[in-house]
């Protein structure tokens, strides 16, 4: 056991360990935040890849609270050791233990979604466990991928395309200091779309689809869906016009071409969903949407509807509590609150003076600095940070 007392050591947003309790809390609190929950344990097969964080794990705890899911979630997260585990490691352990109280069957595997070895494991657990697949939620941003064909590894960069691009940006100095710059990224040049596109586009969704359907895996009426993201004019150049954009353009294609695969073969659906801005380990790595996320929170205050609401309306709508409702591109609009036009105007307003001098009457630098250390379990209510915790946490027994 490895007692000790844990203080937040940072590098940017970049927290170099999380805290156990911390995280334990936050799952805590989203699981209170689901409404009317389903009390048996009997509800439908689901595999969420990425349920240790963001929007994945507002899926996992929104499916098992409010939907009732049994299944796996799977993630990619470091064990304890020299340093903490990482915070993904500690939510999943506390998702798992509340859905072991509330009796839901989950179980977690850690390990690369990417591979073909984790779509073997997924499949033989369910072919032992559950049976066939009813959802698939698929929620993962990485930096890398390696294609298991070929063994390339593609990089994705957040670049955008055709001109460099200016925007400013939010950062805190080592004392916690906001202070506002420009940066200027070049372009994306060479195969840097591709790339990306490799990573964060469709190609591994799809092949976790094609890979359960040659296992006999998919239940008739399977569905699954797809996390993307559209975004503000501010944030396009860097964002929805830029490499990461064309990952999504490129995931949203996948969703179509599924979808029509899915009808034939099993009357079922692909779509994705797509999402307002959130604080999370991937987002705050975007240039200017830190912010972008901390002014459109001092412009709608808690009107900023957080991953595990949002989440919980993803699962009304595929599970028909509320009917599923999609845009013309065939996509779930879970972002319409934060796109109408008086909300955009009054975030481009605040925008367009932000500086450094005037960041802390602009933008909710509070509530957006408490976000980014929350990621690690840092600033959470209730929590006594002075007391040693046992950091040596086990990973969920994925026998049990
Ligand atoms: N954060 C936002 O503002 C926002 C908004 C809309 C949509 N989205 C979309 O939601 C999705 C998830 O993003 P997020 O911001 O929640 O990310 P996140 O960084 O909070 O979580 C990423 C998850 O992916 C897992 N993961 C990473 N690499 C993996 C691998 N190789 N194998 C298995 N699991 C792996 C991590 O363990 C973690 O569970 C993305 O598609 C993103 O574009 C995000």
Redesign the pocket.
């Known amino acids: 056991m490895s007692q000790r007392v844990i203080a937040p050591l940072n590098r940017g947003f970049l927290f170099l360990d999380s805290h156990p309790a911390g995280c334990r809390k936050v799952v805590a609190d989203m699981w209170q935040a689901v409404p009317a929950r389903r009390s048996d344990g009997d509800g439908p097969v689901a595999l969420v ?9 507002a899926a996992t705890i929104a499916g098992l609270a409010r939907a009732g899911i049994r299944g796996i979630g ?4 470091k064990a304890p050791g020299r340093r903490t585990g990482t915070a ?1 490691w500690y939510r999943t352990a506390a998702t798992a233990d509340l859905a072991h109280e509330h009796g839901r069957d989950m179980l977690f595997l850690n ?4 591979s073909d070895a984790m779509k073997d494991e997924v499949a033989d657990l369910l072919k032992r466990r559950y049976g066939q697949l009813d959802y698939l939620i698929y ?4 930096p890398r991928r390696t294609d298991p064909d070929t063994g390339v590894t593609y990089s994705s960069v957040l670049k955008p395309i055709g001109e460099p691009c200016r925007t400013k940006t939010l950062n805190f100095d080592a004392s916690g200091t906001p202070e506002v710059t420009e940066v200027e990224t070049a372009p994306a040049a060479g195969d840097d779309i591709e790339q990306t596109t490799a990573v ?1 586009g469709g190609t591994d969704w799809e092949r976790w689809i094609g890979h359960l359907s040659g296992r006999d895996l998919l239940a008739d009426g399977f569905t699954t869906a ?4 559209i975004g503000s004019p501010l944030t396009a150049d860097i964002y929805r016009q830029g490499t990461i954009g064309a990952a ?1 353009a490129h995931l949203e294609a996948t969703a179509r071409t599924l979808n029509e695969r899915l009808e034939k073969l099993v009357g079922g659906r692909a779509l994705t969903s ?5 604080v ?4 705050t790595a975007i240039p200017g949407i830190a912010l972008y996320i901390g002014l459109l929170r001092s412009v709608l205050g808690p009107g900023l509807v957080p991953p595990i609401d949002r989440l919980t309306d993803l699962w009304d709508q595929l599970t028909g509590i509320r009917p599923l409702t999609l845009d013309d591109d065939g996509r779930v609009r879970l972002d319409t609150w934060e796109l109408t036009p008086p909300v955009q105007k009054a975030v481009a307003d605040r925008w367009n003076s932000a500086a450094t001098s005037t960041i802390s009457d602009l933008a909710d630098l509070d509530w957006f600095h408490a976000e980014a250390q929350r990621l690690y379990g840092f600033a959470v209510p209730g929590i006594d940070y002075t007391a040693p915790v046992d950091t040596d946490v086990p990973w969920p027994d994925p026998a049990a």
Request: charged share 10%.
């Open positions: 890849i990425g349920s240790s964080a963001g929007y994945g794990l799977l993630c990619f997260e993904g390990g690369d979604a990417f929620s993962v941003a990485a964060m797809a996390l993307s993201y999504k797509v999402n307002g801005a959130a999370t380990q991937s987002s």
